[in-house]
């Protein structure tokens, strides 16, 4: 399976933008990038995917490099409901039911 | 729309004591998930459902753990007999299960907190 790299932590102040980064250099062509975040105590949930072009969505942007190995998620203004451990997670596009390999991910911590 | 629904939410049991935890996924998701998640890392699938039939069940510790989902829809998990180590979040999870990764984003329940003293 293909890896993704992420730091452990990092740090934000509220209302400013974040850019949590991903390295993915084995890649495949047929790999979505996801984007899962883990909220203290809670189940993780979707943020974002994307395969090629960036993406957005109510909560978040995706940006991928013209290469795709690596993409960075975009919060455009952390609150402090955002501090969570955020994970990038690849998954291939011709496996509906592919199950997610999570990594270590970043933990996302937002000072007042 | 109901999401993934998990009980118990808490558990503590003693070494060598049994224990089990239930999930019912989504309405009408054929992919159910077991994960795993130990303190301080991600989580870990143990096995996966399509309807009722095991897609992988290669990381779960077939000795003392087992899942069953017999009517394609509710779940359980099993330890039996537990040890120390199983001490974790048992994340239930579910997908629709078909029509490609865009329509297959993985939903998760709060999970289930076992402590084994």
């Known amino acids: 399976d293909a890896k993704t790299t992420q730091p452990n932590s990092m740090e934000s102040n509220e209302e400013e933008p974040v850019h949590l980064p991903c390295n993915h250099s084995?890649?495949?062509?047929?790999?979505?990038i996801h984007w899962y975040r883990q909220l203290p105590s809670q189940g993780p949930e979707y943020v974002i995917h994307?395969?090629?072009s960036n993406v957005n969505n109510r909560m978040a942007s995706l940006a991928i490099a013209e290469d795709r190995k690596s993409s960075t998620l975009i919060l455009h203004r952390a609150t402090l409901r955002d501090a969570a451990v955020y994970y990038c997670?690849?998954?291939?596009?011709?496996?509906?039911?592919?199950?997610?390999?999570f990594g270590g991910g970043t933990r996302l911590m937002v000072k007042p | 729309e109901a999401g993934v629904a998990q009980s118990p939410r808490y558990k503590i049991i003693e070494k060598r004591q049994s224990v089990a935890f239930w999930c019912n996924p989504i309405?009408?998701?054929?992919?159910l998930y077991w994960y795993q998640q130990i303190l301080g890392q991600g989580p870990k699938l143990l096995i996966q459902?399509?309807?009722?039939?095991?897609?992988?069940d290669s990381q779960l510790p077939k000795d003392r753990f087992s899942a069953e989902r017999l009517k394609g829809v509710d779940s359980t998990l099993k330890i039996q007999p537990a040890k120390l180590e199983d001490s974790a979040v048992y994340l239930c999870?579910?997908?629709?299960?078909?029509?490609?990764?865009?329509?297959?984003?993985?939903?998760f329940g709060e999970g289930s907190w076992l402590t084994v003293v």
């Open positions: 999870a579910s997908s629709l299960g078909r029509g490609g990764v865009s329509r297959n984003t993985i939903y």
């Open positions: 997670i690849l998954r291939d596009v011709n496996n509906a039911g592919n199950m997610l390999t």
């Open positions: 084995t890649i495949s062509g047929t790999d979505y």
């Open positions: 309405s009408g998701h054929a992919t």
């Open positions: 994307g395969l090629t």
């Open positions: 459902f399509q309807n009722n039939g095991v897609v992988d």
